[in-house]
């Protein structure tokens, strides 16, 4: 059953437990390996009996602090920090996928993602459906019941902002002989969108590259799982034998994102809203969930995106998304280029599309900035 979102703004701010130097903020821990007191100890160590820090490619005290926080606010049984978003989605698949299996995924996806799945994934005799945000063209047959692994969507979607039913997809999923759900989080964030505890899904994805961290000063990702503890167990492995480990440093930083993601994304959300009431005033076509600071604008063509660009002062064009100052992007050319024209046609996104991860910047003025640029279009 579907619940409201838990209110998390308060366990944002605060540390959910003390550490040995009573500092207020989690020390960074830049140690590559850890001293024991005795052979004995090492032995249970090594041997799993103990939850010891031995090696930081298995475990560090920063980075640990920020999976147990990830995992307080998504309410879930465990989280493994990544490297980026695209080395989380990664350890997912190898954990749940092997030769022969099936995955269903939503068809409008990030580039990376899609590329991804396509080209690597493809090659390790993973075969990977498509089917579209609103989730009733998911094939269902006797073969699809049994190999189908894992179910993966974004939602809402990049970069039209489609909402998948997160609720529906769920049932969807039970039909299924043994299929994962894995939710990629990343847009909405456990401001707007709770799905383990919603839900019930089984991993809840971020790259925390985006909102987590915030002020576009780091690279990482983590996944949350809901409640299958020999899950959580392979998915740690898959990090630990790959290595593609969250560095202290950017878990210090995430944590520090975390504490203001609330009063941000409520900021993010107050600046979008004033930016499509200016879409709508201009009849402008655009795409916006009612949460967050991502909006869909489409210009309808290549040379009326190329005009914006030019002329509007201020947001930058760059990829990413989920930082402090607005950024703008052309999916076609930037971040979907990895998708082929016909493909491109088929979920919709066109040469004019933009993509605005809205800042936090002052509303009115950043009003000012778009509606002189789009004066030229």
């Known amino acids: 059953m579907e619940k409201e979102p838990k209110c998390i703004e308060h366990m944002l701010v605060r540390e959910s437990v003390c ?44 980075v640990r602090a920020f999976e147990d926080k990830m995992t307080e606010i998504e309410s879930g049984l465990g989280t493994v920090a990544f490297s980026s978003g695209m080395a989380a989605i990664t350890a997912v698949i190898l954990t749940v996928c092997k030769p022969g299996d099936m995955i269903m995924c939503v068809e409008e996806v990030y580039g990376g993602t899609h590329e991804l ?22 094939p269902f047959t006797f073969t699809t019941k049994r190999r189908t692994r894992l179910i993966f969507v974004e939602t809402p979607t990049n970069p039209s902002l489609h909402t998948v039913n997160l609720s529906g997809l769920m049932q969807v999923a039970g039909m299924f002989d043994n299929a994962y759900v894995c939710v990629d989080n990343t847009f909405a964030t456990p401001v707007f969108q709770q799905p383990i505890y919603q839900y019930g899904v089984d991993i809840s994805l971020h790259s925390t590259t985006k909102c987590i961290g915030g002020h576009g000063d780091l690279i990482g990702g983590c996944a949350t799982v809901g409640a299958i503890p020999q899950l959580l167990h392979e998915l740690q492995a898959v990090k630990t034998k790959t290595g593609a480990i969250m560095d202290p440093m950017t878990a210090f930083l995430n944590l520090r994102g975390l504490k203001t993601l609330a009063i941000r994304m409520k900021q993010h959300t107050i600046n979008a809203l004033t930016l499509t ?28 995106a190329k005009k914006f660009v030019e002329q509007l002062v201020g947001p930058k064009l760059a990829v990413s998304l989920g930082e402090t100052q607005t950024l703008i992007n052309v999916p076609a050319l930037m971040t979907h280029a990895t998708y082929s024209d016909e493909e491109l046609k088929t979920i919709g996104v066109g040469p004019g599309q933009i ?23």
């Open 19 to 62: 550490n040995p130097w009573n500092a207020i903020n989690v020390p960074v821990c830049f140690s590559s390996t850890y001293e024991f007191d005795s052979l004995e100890e090492a032995e249970l160590t090594f041997g799993g009996m103990t939850s010891n820090f031995c090696y930081s490619r298995l475990g560090n005290p920063t």
């Open 117 to 138: 799945l396509k080209s690597i994934v493809t090659d390790l005799d993973i075969k990977v459906i498509t089917f579209k945000p609103d989730i009733l063209d998911i």
């Open 277 to 304: 009431s200016l879409f709508d005033e201009l009849e402008f076509k655009h795409t916006y969930p009612g949460f967050g600071g991502m909006v869909s604008l489409d210009l309808g063509s290549r040379d009326n």
């Open 355 to 377: 993509r605005i991860s809205v800042g936090i910047e002052e509303p009115c003025k950043l009003r000012e900035e778009f509606k002189k640029a789009l004066e030229g279009v």
